[in-house]
C-alpha cells in the first residue's frame, strides 16, 4: 500500500487549476489512479493541519471541486498532537509541517510518499521514518 | 442527480468509518463464493471472505471515484490534463525512481508506447524506459 501525503503547496496547487504547479499535482493522483487500476492499493492523504494552513474548508462551497479528489484527512487528535509537538521542539518547524511528520511516522503503509515545496524541511520532520520526498 | 451530485454523495460515503454493516441481497455466483472461501482458508488470502469482498469492493468503487474526479476535472479544464509523459515522470518520482531526474528518456518513452499502445499507461512507458536501457547497457 503507497499512502501519498500532501503539504500546502500540493495541496494550494490542487485546489488553483490556474497554479502552475496544478497539472504536475494532478499527474500524481493521476498516476495513483493508474496504479489503482492495476490493483495497487494507493491513496492520498492529508493532515488536517495543513488544510488548516491551506484554508481547505471541506464544508465551503469554493471547496467542492478538491473535495471530489478522494484525499483522506489525517486528523491531529491527541496522540498525533503529541507526536507533531515532540517534532515541533526538535525541528522548530511550524505546527502542519509538524503534522506531516506526525503523519509519516503513524501510517502503516508499506510506502509513504510526501508531496512538497520545502524537501528539507520534510525530511526533518519524517526522519527517521522513511517516506520518497518529491519536490512539487 | 447528477455526476458531480453522484460523485460528491459516493466521496462521503466512502468516508463513513463507523464500522455499521447490513446484510445484503447481494447475489454472488456460487461457484465463486466457493473459490473465494478456499482463498481464504487456504491461502490466507484475507481474514474472511466478508472482508476480502469488501475490500475489493472498496478498492473498486474508489478506483472508480477518482477516475470520474480526475474525468469530470478535465472536462472543466482541459489544460488540468497531464500527458502520459507527466504522469510516468510523477510515478518515477513516486518510486524514487532515478527516471524521475530523466524526463527526456520518459517523453521519447511515452511518445513510442504510445504509437504502438494508444492504451498504455504510465507504467507501460517506465516498463518501456528501463527495458531500453536494460538493452543498452
Known amino acids: 500500500m503507497r499512502s501519498i501525503v500532501l503539504d500546502n503547496e500540493a495541496v494550494q496547487a490542487l485546489t488553483n487549476p490556474r497554479n502552475p504547479k496544478h497539472r504536475a499535482v494532478v499527474a500524481h493522483l493521476a498516476g495513483a489512479a493508474a496504479r489503482r487500476r492495476r490493483g495497487r492499493v494507493v491513496e492520498a492523504v492529508v493532515p488536517t493541519a495543513v488544510r488548516v494552513e491551506a484554508a481547505w474548508d471541506r464544508a465551503a462551497p469554493s471547496a467542492a471541486a478538491i473535495n471530489r479528489f478522494p484525499v483522506r484527512d489525517h486528523t491531529l487528535d491527541s496522540a498525533a498532537a503529541d507526536v507533531a509537538a515532540q517534532i515541533q521542539r526538535a525541528t522548530s518547524t511550524g505546527v502542519a509541517d509538524a503534522h506531516i511528520g506526525a503523519t509519516v511516522r503513524s501510517l502503516s503503509s508499506t510506502e509513504v510518499v510526501v508531496l512538497t515545496s520545502d524537501p528539507a524541511d520534510i525530511a526533518a520532520v519524517c526522519a527517521p521514518a522513511q517516506a520518497t520526498i518529491v519536490n512539487v | ?137
Do not use: C
Request: proline share 5%; net charge negative.
Open chain 2, 1 to 137: 442527480m447528477d455526476a458531480l451530485e453522484a460523485l460528491d454523495e459516493m466521496n462521503r460515503l466512502l468516508d463513513i468509518t463507523d464500522g455499521e454493516t447490513v446484510n445484503t441481497s447481494m447475489r454472488l455466483p456460487l461457484a465463486l463464493r466457493d473459490a473465494a472461501a478456499l482463498a481464504v482458508s487456504q491461502f490466507g488470502a484475507a481474514p474472511s471472505t466478508t472482508t476480502m469482498t469488501a475490500d475489493a469492493l472498496r478498492q473498486a468503487v474508489e478506483t472508480l471515484v477518482m477516475e470520474t474526479a480526475l474525468r469530470l476535472h478535465y472536462e472543466q479544464h482541459p489544460a488540468a490534463k497531464p500527458t502520459l509523459s507527466e504522469i510516468a515522470l510523477a510515478l518515477a518520482a513516486q518510486d524514487g525512481s532515478p527516471l524521475a531526474d530523466r524526463p527526456d528518456l520518459i517523453a521519447r518513452a511515452a511518445d513510442a508506447v504510445a504509437a504502438r499502445r494508444p492504451d498504455a499507461d504510465a507504467d507501460d512507458v517506465l516498463l518501456w524506459v528501463e527495458a531500453q536501457l536494460a538493452v543498452v547497457a
